[in-house]
């Protein structure tokens, strides 16, 4: 009975360990609760397990869509600030959420609950902006995101920026450790969800992206279904400083297309 106990407890503290790590690794949020710039309004989206969503929202001019940003694992919604500007200044609606712990939304993050939570983003839309098109815009982690979202059917159009295939993938590319995802409870597997997507699709990425292979990119990309779909290379571009005019160009006349 001892033994069981002690293999308990040990069972329950290495299950808390690897949760603190992947949480450390994968989900390093800034939980800084910042005001929302100009023309975005702050609001509270509640979710069916009890937590709380801080959201920035806009809706677009008439006849434009909104775009559904899930930003990546750095820092919090604020950071954005520039990019959301630039969104409503072409008259394109905005909904953006901080994740479970990111920028005041409460809750622990993992695979299922960020899956979740954009059901409910998606789900909600209508009552916050509008209806109309919708396009699922994801950076980094949130194209991981945003991928499962097109793939359940809840997107108009699908934008990534700087996609990886999967944790597993990052996890070899990055540490050297062959199979994360079985220490990890997040798998991540995008490449594999979006051979189901067949929405309009752009994808961005920088050649000498440091933090996730420019080849990952070009994996998602040719997995994708579908038809209409551009990949859209920036030379010599990192993995945080994609906004530039040789992919903003192109990224504006998608958006303007949807």
């Given at each position: 009975?001892?033994?069981?106990?002690?293999?308990?407890?040990?069972?329950?503290?290495?299950?808390?360990?690897?949760?603190?790590?992947?949480?450390?690794?994968?989900?390093?949020?800034?939980p800084l609760r910042e005001d929302p710039p100009a023309g975005l309004t702050e609001v509270e989206v509640p979710?069916?397990?009890?937590?709380?969503?801080?959201?920035?929202?806009?809706?677009?001019?008439?006849?434009?869509?909104?775009?559904?940003?899930?930003?990546?694992?750095?820092?919090?919604?604020?950071?954005?600030?520039?990019?959301?500007?630039?969104?409503?200044?072409?008259?394109l609606g905005v909904v953006a959420a901080g994740y479970r712990g990111s920028s005041g939304s409460t809750g622990?993050?993992?695979?299922?609950?960020?899956?979740?939570?954009?059901?409910?983003?998606?789900?909600?839309?209508?009552?916050?902006?509008?209806?109309?098109?919708?396009?699922?815009?994801?950076?980094?982690?949130?194209?991981?995101?945003?991928?499962?979202?097109?793939?359940?059917?809840?997107?108009?159009?699908?934008?990534?920026?700087?996609?990886?295939?999967?944790?597993?993938?990052?996890?070899?590319?990055?540490?050297?450790?062959?199979?994360?995802?079985l220490l990890a409870r997040s798998h991540w597997r995008s490449v594999g969800h979006i051979r189901t997507v067949?929405?309009?699709?752009?994808?961005?990425?920088?050649?000498?992206?440091?933090?996730?292979?420019?080849?990952?990119?070009?994996?998602?990309?040719?997995?994708?279904?579908?038809?209409?779909?551009?990949?859209?290379?920036?030379?010599?571009?990192?993995?945080?400083?994609?906004?530039?005019?040789?992919?903003?160009?192109?990224?504006?006349?998608?958006?303007?297309?949807?």
């Amino acid at each position: 009975m001892k033994l069981l106990l002690i293999l308990v407890l040990v069972g329950g503290a290495a299950f808390v360990g690897l949760r603190i790590v992947e949480r450390a690794v994968i989900y390093p949020f800034s939980p800084l609760r910042e005001d929302p710039p100009a023309g975005l309004t702050e609001v509270e989206v509640p979710t069916p397990d009890g937590k709380r969503l801080v959201v920035w929202t806009a809706p677009p001019t008439p006849g434009r869509a909104t775009v559904l940003y899930f930003h990546g694992n750095a820092g919090n919604l604020a950071g954005r600030a520039g990019r959301f500007e630039a969104f409503l200044s072409r008259g394109l609606g905005v909904v953006a959420a901080g994740y479970r712990g990111s920028s005041g939304s409460t809750g622990w993050p993992s695979e299922q609950a960020l899956v979740g939570d954009a059901l409910t983003l998606r789900a909600v839309l209508p009552d916050l902006v509008g209806d109309g098109p919708v396009v699922c815009y994801g950076e980094s982690l949130g194209a991981a995101v945003a991928t499962r979202l097109a793939a359940l059917d809840g997107c108009d159009a699908l934008v990534l920026e700087a996609p990886f295939t999967s944790i597993s993938d990052m996890g070899q590319a990055l540490y050297g450790i062959p199979r994360l995802d079985l220490l990890a409870r997040s798998h991540w597997r995008s490449v594999g969800h979006i051979r189901t997507v067949t929405v309009p699709l752009t994808v961005l990425h920088g050649t000498e992206d440091r933090l996730i292979p420019f080849g990952q990119g070009e994996a998602v990309f040719e997995a994708a279904a579908s038809p209409d779909k551009t990949f859209v290379p920036l030379e010599g571009g990192g993995h945080t400083n994609l906004w530039q005019p040789p992919v903003t160009g192109p990224l504006f006349l998608f958006l303007d297309r949807i």
